[in-house]
Nanobody
Framework: QVELVESGGDSVQSNRSLTLTCEVR????????GAWFRQGPGKEREGIAA???????RYAGPVKGRFIVSQDSAKNVIYLQMNSLKLEDTAMYYC??????????????????WGQGTQVTVSS
């Protein structure tokens, strides 16, 4: 059974940094694809960053250059370092993972396993 546990959400001021953590249980590091999604108020869930089984990373346009996704294989944890946070980054952030890796990393339908979400609120 796969379980994803996110943590690190908080309320922060704009231009600050925050790091989210996703602990992956049930998959072996290097044998799954992981991703971070977010869903703002009244918006659809959107993929923002992904990490494949080989360690390659992908970013969506709104976060490219500001967010960094990384993995600690020993701990089997995926991180999302968020820098220069903006008001529009306010959302519930979700971690997702699947051992059937799809090339369309940005689609929620490509992941069978999800965390419970962690809230990030950015204020001015």
């Amino acid at each position: 059974q796969v379980e994803l546990v996110e943590s690190g959400g908080d309320s922060v001021q704009s231009n600050r940094s925050l790091t989210l953590t996703c602990e992956v249980r049930g998959y072996q590091a290097g044998h799954y694809c992981g991703a971070w999604f977010r869903q703002g108020p009244g918006k659809e869930r959107e993929g923002i960053a992904a990490l494949d089984e080989l360690g390659s990373v992908r970013y969506a346009g709104p976060v490219k250059g500001r967010f960094i996704v990384s993995q600690d294989s020993a701990k089997n944890v995926i991180y999302l370092q968020m820098n220069s946070l903006k008001l529009e980054d306010t959302a519930m952030y979700y971690c997702a993972a699947d051992d059937r890796c799809s090339g369309r990393w940005w689609l929620p339908s490509g992941y069978r396993n999800w965390g419970q979400g962690t809230q990030v609120t950015v204020s001015s």
